[in-house]
């Protein structure tokens, strides 16, 4: 067994290309339900006494589309998420987490066109080792809150 | 009840930080003992690893005494895939340091009820109190194993309580 060690490029073409077909199908903007920073540390916090005041972090471009499954009584739709790895990429340093799995893993939920969202998997596709687009599984909120665009 | 079940989470969680200072979790920016009340914390659609997560199931309420004798059952989950150095081989282990801190973690079995919605929090009249611990039989799920607990916690019901 050995490394490959054939000379790669890394140009970026794929995010272009990502962000392009994201864009020209219908892209855009989700907003990830993130905790503020620093966050509420107290008893009164970790005992749902506090707001928790979340605070709306964009992504864009992303495409949301309704999963093709059986629907069963009483169980919500279940949504697929199309993130730009680009945008991903610029939130976890606006965030300064360690990885996008960290990103989403705070998130306490995504916000598309006003509908709450929650985050059931993520899953990636990459090119040269760079992610550029994440798939997210969301499941519809069965809170039936109306959120508003951006929080 | 809501203060019964304030307390008995205040207190597992303080009683962890003698324990094992070390169990500590990162969640909405802050670090902090490893241990959570589910339903104050966002819906997540997988418990986390390597802390105490408490899911409040049942309630009865013995109206037969002077005062009304509130039970909760508490389901206390954890899971673990071990650690990165060991590759998840240690997960039996470190799920077996999970379930002796969670024993220790509950005795003595009762302390005195809080009211947290207060600031400072106010001490109440009487004191909570729980069952011994059923432990279920540990789970596997691909990396990860883990096991429920359950304790009854009992409380009585003061004047005026929510």
Known sequence: ?151 | MQNAKDTFYITLRDRLTAVNPERTMTLRGVVRPGILVEEAEAPAAQLPLDAFVLRWTKLTADAQMPSALASMTCEIHYATAGTRDNLGLDRGRALEAMDDELLRMLCPASTVKMNYTQTPAAQMSTSIFWSQAVFAAEATTRERVGRVVTVEVFAFQEQGEL
């Open chain 1, 1 to 151: 067994m050995s490394a490959d060690l054939s000379t790669q490029s890394p140009d970026g073409h794929a995010f272009r290309l990502a962000d392009a077909l994201l864009r020209a199908s219908g892209g855009t903007t989700a907003y990830l339900q993130m905790p503020t920073a620093p966050g509420d540390a107290g008893d009164t916090g970790q005992l749902g006494l506090d707001a928790p005041n979340f605070q709306p972090l964009p992504l864009s471009p992303v495409i949301l589309r309704r999963m093709r499954r059986v629907m069963t009584e009483g169980q919500p739709q279940e949504y697929e998420l199309l993130v730009s790895g680009s945008a991903v990429s610029a939130a976890v340093g606006a965030m300064q987490v360690a990885s996008a799995d960290l990103l989403f893993q705070m998130a306490a939920g995504v916000v598309v066109a006003g509908e709450l969202f929650l985050i059931e998997s993520v899953a990636l596709s990459e090119a040269m080792g760079a992610v550029y687009v994440y798939r997210l599984l969301l499941r519809e909120s069965g809170s039936g809150w109306q959120m508003q665009a951006g929080n």
